[in-house]
């Protein structure tokens, strides 16, 4: 006969994304990627003219805020999850997989629009470092038990949360794209980046927002897949939110002209992101 304490330790076994055999090597190289970032964001907090000084003023302020979201949060939640999970908290694990998608999504950005200096070879290795520790750790995540522990869930409320989120973001970056493709000029989101195109906007449409809606759309069919990747998703929505909300405050610091008008709505959608977040890992 199985006891209680028995039975837990085996729950805390079976609940843990993978057991520590399987993914221990992903929260290790996860850590690692989140050292390198949290010392390559200090440096580039330090030295902004080295590190930015040949991208636009607002190119720079986004780097910048996303640095002081990276040292203040991004980097520390991946330790402290990857940590968490180690020890055999799953809801640790599932918000790992979230941080970790944030991460890889910025730096593909950093990689790829920055131009190519000091901290490029970092930027880099923490790319590569936090996207296959996210491959691995999915990899290592047990649908059919995630969904059972999370099933009180409310499969409707954060379903349609992804849904209409991701729908919101398409069109808005729609409204960019698509009158300068119609008028042949470069959207407004890449001149103010002095871009060629919006890496944001060749992510989101190409990848992450048909993947959230994709998750949506699980979750909404009680599939236990997308139960087990609602919470990277909404993370990703959340987290992307910050650097967003940051953002006005570097520029009315370094003497520009700030654009507090986005702070409302990225502010709402964050905040309700965080609500739905709670519910959705809550334990009953």
């Given amino acids: 006969m199985t006891t209680p304490s028995t039975s837990s330790e085996a729950l805390a076994r079976v609940t843990t994304p993978g057991g520590p055999r399987h993914a221990t090597t992903w929260w290790v ?5 989140a050292a ?21 003023a607002s190119f720079i302020d986004q780097a910048i805020a996303q640095d002081v979201v990276n040292v203040a949060i991004a980097a520390p939640a991946t330790l402290l999850l990857a ?18 998608t944030f991460t890889a999504y910025n730096y593909a950005i950093y990689t ?12 880099v290795a923490v790319l590569g470092l936090t996207f296959w520790s996210l491959v691995g750790g999915l990899r290592a995540l047990r649908p059919t038990v995630v969904a059972a522990d999370l099933a009180p869930a409310p499969r409707r409320v954060v379903g349609w949360y992804l849904v209409v989120v991701a729908a919101v973001f398409t069109l808005l970056w729609l409204s960019d794209v698509v009158p300068a493709m119609i008028e042949g000029r470069i959207p407004a989101g890449a001149l103010d980046l002095a871009l060629p195109s919006n890496p944001v906007h060749v992510l989101d449409l190409a990848i992450f927002l048909p993947a959230v809606i994709a ?6 069919l ?12 909404v993370v990703f929505l959340v987290m ?45």
């Fill in 240 to 284: 992307t939110g910050l650097p967003i909300l940051v953002t006005p405050f570097v520029t009315a610091a370094r003497g520009g002209g700030p654009q507090w008008a986005v702070m409302g709505p990225v502010g709402v959608i964050t905040a309700v992101g965080v609500g739905v977040l709670v519910a959705l890992l809550r334990r009953r």
């Fill in 222 to 233: 009680r599939r236990p897949a997308g139960l087990m990747l609602a919470p990277a998703a």
């Fill in 83 to 100: 940590w968490l999970a180690w020890r055999g908290s799953m809801r640790a694990g599932l918000l790992w997989t979230g941080v970790l």
């Fill in 36 to 56: 390198v970032a949290w010392v390559a964001s200090v440096i580039g907090l330090a030295d902004v003219d080295g590190i930015y000084g040949r991208e636009t």
């Fill in 29 to 33: 190289t996860s850590a690692a990627a």
């Fill in 112 to 123: 790829m629009s920055i131009h190519v200096g000091p901290l490029f070879l970092a930027w």
């Fill in 215 to 220: 998750i949506g759309r699980l979750v909404l």
